[in-house]
């Protein structure tokens, strides 16, 4: 079977620009973003991060208590830029993460750890999601926010790992954007 070149030419033309078509819709991120979190009245800078799952909070003094037979969690955000009163969130569940393998206890004779989940609103850019964030205390590392793939699918993103600050300051409109 032979192709005359107008039909290779239509075939390459095709393939080319169904790329975008397929793309449309989404927003491109580059590896660090800031995000505003609207509970927290705070914007702090974060890392997209594909490989990961879920999404991390920076906190530390994290305790569950009962309000009214539902479980909660108050936490401090371990931010340079945060607020010295404690945080509280409604528990939205326990998430188990798996440790790395210098993380392991074999004491503990476990290869995760359990962590709190809380939903937030945080906006990237122009775009606001309520997503759900495990806490824990990320003060070691760079960024205080880590949005995993779980994030990223609500938020419609596409990230550009040559890319920072993509999205600009976020302008988020003050009423929740329809999802």
Not at 16 to 26: I, Q
Not at 64 to 93: H, I, M, N, Q
Request: glycine letters at 6%; a positive charge; one cysteine or more.
């Amino acid at each position: 079977m032979t192709f005359k070149p107008t039909a290779l030419l239509f075939l390459f033309a095709f393939f080319l620009l169904s790329g975008p078509l397929l793309a449309a819709g989404k927003t491109v991120y580059g590896l660090n973003e800031y995000a505003h979190i609207a509970e927290l009245d705070e914007v702090l800078a974060a890392k997209l991060d594909t490989g990961a799952k879920t999404a991390s909070l920076s906190a530390r003094d994290i305790k569950r208590f009962k309000r009214d037979g539902e479980t909660w969690v108050r936490f401090y955000l371990a931010s340079d830029t945060a607020d010295r009163e404690p945080l509280e969130r409604p528990l939205a569940r326990i998430s188990k993460i798996k440790r790395r393998h210098g993380d392991y206890d074999p004491d503990e004779d476990k290869n995760y750890t359990a962590r709190p989940v809380i939903e937030l609103d945080v906006c990237l850019g122009k775009v606001r999601r309520t997503i759900e964030v495990n806490l824990t205390d990320r003060s070691a590392f760079q960024y205080p926010l880590l949005i995993g793939s779980d994030a990223l699918k609500r938020f419609g993103a596409l990230v550009d790992p040559s890319l920072k600050y993509a999205a600009g300051q976020p302008g988020c409109p003050s009423a929740k954007i329809a999802e």
